[in-house]
């Protein structure tokens, strides 16, 4: 596991580099997300309500909401035939969380802290890498089940887990909003699905993500392209009324678009090292975008030109990234020796986390 965002591969095989350009854009498709978001960049706050640049943003947003899912999905693709799982990795990726969390706090107050308030900040609190380090531990078990399964058993067992754990959500989410009903309908918790903030849906993804390539489903690049775009369209439409349901991480929708986008990149054909290597920082710029988003003016932006703001956010997210990129190179001199003495570690007390199909 190279990253969190990046499930772990054969080290002799090369990385596609069609994926990894995916991986890129869908890294900066959450720094856009987190352009737009209400409390962290506010762009959809600070637009003019009824322009052409809210428009915009709401297109965007319908884009790239998608993002995360994408993350899990192409992780249950690659990972789905290996069974070996680093625990030294993991701890690093905690470890990382908890090292971003204090730059964040330091940079935004100033004051260095002691005693419990130092151990609270101290703490990997970031919801993406403890649902995502919760389905990697399981997933050899996941695994296991997926592969005694043939064809036809797997789709129906995916056909299931997207009915209950989305489709019917969303029906829920649907009927909540427009009758008032109270708790107690959704299939993921008694309180609803959380917007697909929960390890059922980032399991779903892995899972599906498993049966694209267990069932080597394939379409072609201009079906995939205009079922992306119908996705967008509709989510658009959507999220331009009802948000919190159209952009949520477990509609059908939103899940759709991750499988339309990532089959059309599948087929692409691109070998380039320089890809693969920039590919490398996903996670730091997942980590590190939020603690600089602040000082790119973002509600000032979304003020101007429609031509202006979509310059600034494309200036935005490749600024990050770069950024970003040399950040890990830091970041990996100084976690290798870390690394290297946890991996001492768990061989000494012949710590083994594989699971044979």
Known sequence: MSSVLSMPTNKTKVRDSNIELLRILAIMGVVVLHYNNWNIGGGLRYVEAGSVNQTVLIILESVFICAVNLFMLITGFFSCTSQKRNLSKVLMLLLQVSVFRMIRYLKTTGEVISGSGFLLILLPVNYFVILYTAVYLISPYVNLILNKLNKKEIMKFLGLCIFLFSFWPTIVDVIKSTTGAKNGLSTISMYGDDRGYTFVNFLLMYMIGAGLRLLNI????????????????????????????????CNPIVILEAIAIFLFFRQIDLKSKLVNNLSKSTFTCFLFHNIILDKYGISSAVGGTVIYMISHIVFTCVTIYLISFFVFQIWNVVSKPIEKLLNNIFKKVKFDFTVNL
């Open 218 to 249: 394939k379409v072609k690049k201009r079906y995939a392209a205009i079922i992306f775009f119908c996705c967008v369209l509709l989510l658009s439409i959507w999220g331009s009324f009802n948000s919190s349901i159209a952009w949520s991480y």
